[in-house]
């Protein structure tokens, strides 16, 4: 079944805005493009269209993680804060950090994350950062016991505007990891973490 220019743009804006996460190219040919024969590079074309229908609006088109959302310009965000009810989760220093080792080490084990940051890691932090889809286990060291290696996941780099891990600010560059961060609360770290030097 064939499909006109103007009515691929609509579907794939319709899908972006109804789904309300990244959707690949992939993606949009395996299901609301499956019954019609259009190639990649049109749909590729289409997405290209839309994002330059939509820079210069507050909504935008952009690439993250291997594919397409909708999402507010950067600089609205403190004038959009009043629209929720919900406070953003907080997250503690000790999270953040946590977050960021496995970032850039990654794959790493819990005893390598205790060793850069020299405390130990309370299982809560490992819980909350794999219950919010930020990290995954991604194989086993081949030491005695088997650790797990964590890594990243495609949920991390959408949530935090990157297509891919090269996009994450270098370490040097303290601004950059401070702006990365910066729609995360933080809270006090948990009395549970102790030093791994006690």
């Known amino acids: 079944m064939q499909i006109n220019p103007i009515q691929l743009k609509q579907l794939i804006e319709a899908s972006l805005f109804v789904l309300g996460k990244p ?14 024969s259009v190639s990649r590079d049109r749909v590729k074309a289409a997405l290209d269209e839309l994002q330059q229908d939509y820079a210069e609006r507050g909504v935008q ?4 993680a291997g594919g397409y959302r909708f999402q507010t310009q950067e600089v609205l965000s403190p004038y959009l804060q009043p629209l929720w009810q919900e406070k953003a989760p907080k997250y503690s220093r000790a999270t953040l950090e946590t977050l960021a080792v496995i970032a850039y080490r990654q794959p790493v084990t819990r005893g ?5 940051r020299g405390v130990a890691i309370s299982s809560h932090i490992i819980k909350s950062l794999t219950d919010r889809g930020w990290i995954k286990v991604v194989g086993h060291k081949e030491v005695p016991g088997r650790p797990a290696l964590y890594a990243t996941t495609s949920e991390f780099l ?7 891990l090269a996009d994450l600010p270098s370490l ?4 950059s990891l401070q702006a990365l961060f910066s729609n995360l609360k ?3 770290e ?9």
């Open 23 to 36: 959707l690949s190219v992939k993606a949009l040919k395996d299901t609301v493009l499956a019954q019609f």
């Open 61 to 64: 088109l952009v690439q993250v």
């Open 112 to 116: 390598d994350i205790e060793q850069v």
């Open 158 to 164: 959408a949530y935090f505007g990157l297509d891919r």
């Open 172 to 175: 040097s560059d303290p601004e």
């Open 186 to 188: 933080s809270v006090p």
């Open 190 to 198: 948990p009395a549970e973490e102790q030093s791994t030097n006690e």
